[in-house]
């Protein structure tokens, strides 16, 4: 009989400890997943080089108090990880350099009063086939986080989120950095200067600003007046109107004693405009200017028929 009841202690014991401890389980916080930090959608940049290098002077010389180790995603490691997602050696057939990416500094550290401190320092070197550095492009970024006084300073979720500030900062910064100073080593994906061919890219659809312009026909064709306000607009031609000049020279008939005139002929229209006189300067030779008035009319010798001979006298 004594057993029995023995199991039955222990089974109630069980029952009552089992659903303790997962309570207790249940309330621990679940690991947090972070997402690796790469960089391959902010696009390659190629260099005109050989081959490219990665040196980590950060392991050889780390910083005291580093606690960068504990991140997700250490910052040395990010560092390694954008230059091979954005760092591309290009060379063409002539290519004899050498590109080196250098990490100088990568840390991060717990100062006092719970803040954390970020720095990373990097630089690019292009080494010619000698090994004597001919261009250069360095780039630093810096990051200060405050983190909630409630929770753990150096917790993983507070030291990824500085590298990835940090990390931001520097691609912006070292791409203009090595566009700006490393601008002749720069090629597209196929290995072609890209300084060369912004230089001798033709600009399709723009005049010469050199070449002398074409005349066009209406500039070739004489002008020719338009009918407007203040002008004739018979258009009969100039070879059927009468001169007036010749006809009191040859004539000597007035115009008016015709009984016709032009403006019984077409309607009247008013008289163009004139253009008023151009003042100019005194003729040397004529200071006075030149007379305009008409020469006084020549009397003309008779008419043929009205002449007489005199009388011939008889010679002996």
């Excluded at 947090?32 to 391959?40: D, G, I, K, Q």
């Excluded at 080089?49 to 392991?59: K, M």
Aim: glycine share 6%.
């Amino acid at each position: 009989m004594m057993p029995f009841p023995r199991m039955r202690l222990s089974h109630l014991v069980a029952a009552f400890v089992l659903p303790a401890a997962l309570a207790g389980c249940a309330d621990q916080p679940k690991p947090t997943r972070f997402a690796p930090l790469s960089y391959e959608y902010l696009g390659q940049i190629h260099l005109n080089v050989a081959t490219l290098d990665v040196v980590d002077n950060s392991v050889a010389n780390p910083e005291p108090g580093d606690i960068g180790y504990k991140s997700p995603s250490p910052p040395d490691h990010t560092l390694r990880q954008m230059a091979a997602d954005r760092l591309i050696a290009t060379g063409n057939a002539t290519a004899t350099s050498t590109a080196h990416f250098v990490i100088d500094r990568a840390f991060i550290l717990h100062q006092p009063g719970g803040t954390l401190d970020g720095q990373m320092d990097i630089h690019l070197d292009i080494l010619n086939p000698e090994g004597r550095r001919v261009a250069t492009a360095s780039a630093q970024a810096t990051q200060t986080l405050h983190p909630d006084p409630s929770q753990t300073v150096e917790s993983p979720a507070n030291l990824y989120e500085i590298t990835k500030a940090m990390m931001q900062t520097i691609n912006v910064e070292f791409e203009y950095q090595i566009r700006r100073s490393l601008n002749k080593w720069l090629v597209d994906a196929g290995g072609t200067p890209m300084n060369n061919a912004i230089q001798t890219q033709p600009l399709t659809g723009a005049p010469d600003a050199t070449a002398p312009a074409a005349a066009s026909p209406e500039a070739l064709s004489p002008a020719v007046p338009s009918p407007a306000a203040g002008t004739m607009s018979d258009t009969r031609s100039l070879t059927e109107l009468p001169s007036a000049g010749a006809t009191s020279a040859n004539t000597g008939v007035d115009a008016a004693s015709t009984g016709t005139s032009s403006s019984a002929a077409a309607p009247a229209m008013p008289a163009p405009t004139q253009a008023a006189p151009q003042e100019s300067e005194p003729s040397v030779i004529f200071p006075a200017g030149v007379d305009d008035t008409p020469a006084p009319a020549k009397t003309l010798s008779p008419k043929a028929g009205f002449l007489t001979l005199p009388a011939s006298k008889k010679t002996r």
